[in-house]
Nanobody, 127 residues
Framework: QVQLVESGGGLVQAGGSLRLSCAAS????????MGWFRQAPGKEREFVAT????????YYADSVKGRFTMSRDNAKNTVYLLMNSLKPEDTAVYYC????????????????????WGQGTQVTVSS
């Protein structure tokens, strides 16, 4: 079992930045590819970013490419999402998740590929 706890959300003005953290316990995160997803009110939970077990490969949704950066520190059992140039449409609850799939798997961006989820952290971007 892996327990995931997100933090770092909050209220920020458009154009601002936030860094989300996801701390894991229970098992070493180095065993998993990690992902960030988000869910806005009335919408489906959507893929944001994913990172390989060693941090060497990352993929991003087109909507955040060039603005968001995902990273990990396996020694601290933590993953991060640095969000720059935030837009009101980035407002959502952000979730981190752990997957036993390798990042090269075509399903790595799908919610169903993730085995463990955090409780989420709210990000609100004001215009």
């Amino acid at each position: 079992q892996v327990q995931l706890v997100e933090s770092g959300g909050g209220l920020v003005q458009a154009g601002g930045s936030l860094r989300l953290s996801c701390a894991a316990s229970g098992r070493p995160l180095s065993s998993y590819a990690m992902g960030w997803f988000r869910q806005a009110p009335g919408k489906e939970r959507e893929f944001v970013a994913t990172i390989s077990w060693n941090g060497g490969v990352t993929y991003y949704a087109d909507s955040v490419k060039g603005r968001f950066t995902m990273s990990r520190d396996n020694a601290k059992n933590t993953v991060y999402l640095l969000m720059n140039s935030l837009k009101p449409e980035d407002t959502a609850v952000y979730y981190c998740a752990a997957s036993r799939l390798r990042i090269g798997n075509a399903l790595i961006m799908a919610r169903v590929s993730y085995d463990y989820w955090g409780q989420g952290t709210q990000v609100t971007v004001s215009s």
